[in-house]
């Protein structure tokens, strides 16, 4: 497998991607919620033994340990997630936590608003790559570039390889950052609520041009 000669050689760079906290922390859990914010019908996992297991993995932080719910990797170790929103999002960080011992996700690369990505669409250049830990708890957190992640209505996260086993398993997801509903939704809102009702708007601009008239 040609992921097992890079399987330990992650180990630069992570000090400056990775926040430690302490998972005792009560407010931390509340400022991962944006799972409720993902257009779950339409996630896509590609490469996952048991199709829709993928979606599993984004459950409430309170949920994280749960060992009944992951997605494991099926023909190498690679995962590839397309995450769709119901609106935009603020991304500012993520949690992952991984399969035991070597079954763990090694690289993480996210990709901004590339709907139904493939794995080949995958060895583009994404917008940004985190070297990982290992992570069985949700301690550690992946700090995105906010500026970069704003606006994102698609986040694809690829999962490229692993410590060293032949698959790759992950428990759960979480994702950090703000939420704001989609522009056109609030037109069409703002656009019925203009027009109540066709006959009454005639009337209204008769009675305006009359009146301009005179």
């Known amino acids: 497998m040609s ?24 407010e931390r859990g509340m400022q991962f919620t944006l799972f409720t914010k993902i257009d779950k019908d ?19 932080w309170d949920e994280r340990l749960d060992k009944e719910k992951f997605v494991e990797s099926d023909a190498d170790e690679e995962l590839l997630f397309n995450i769709p929103f119901t609106g935009h999002v603020k991304l500012k960080g993520i949690v992952v936590i991984g399969g035991e011992e070597d079954y763990h996700p090694s690289q993480m690369r996210l ?9 080949d669409d995958a060895r583009a250049e994404p917008d940004q790559v985190f070297e990982m830990q ?4 949700g301690d550690l957190e992946y700090s995105t570039k906010i500026a970069r992640f704003s606006g994102v209505h698609t986040l694809s996260i690829h999962f490229s390889k692993n410590f060293g086993e032949d698959s790759t398993k ?11 509903p989609a522009p056109r939704q609030e037109v069409l809102l703002v656009s019925y609520e203009a027009f109540p009702n066709p006959a009454d708007h005639k009337h209204s601009l008769r009675d305006q041009a009359r009146h301009e008239i005179q």
Do not use: Q, W
């Open 170 to 180: 992950i428990y759960y997801i979480g994702l950090r950052g703000e939420f704001s």
């Open 42 to 60: 339409n996630v896509e996992c590609l490469n996952e033994v048991d199709d829709g297991s993928g979606k599993l993995v984004f459950k409430p």
């Open 134 to 137: 290992r992570d069985s708890t």
């Open 3 to 26: 992921g097992h000669s890079h399987g330990g050689g992650g180990g630069h760079g992570h000090g400056s991607c990775a926040d430690e906290h302490s998972h005792d922390d009560p």
């Open 111 to 119: 990709f901004k608003n590339r709907p139904h990505m493939t794995f």
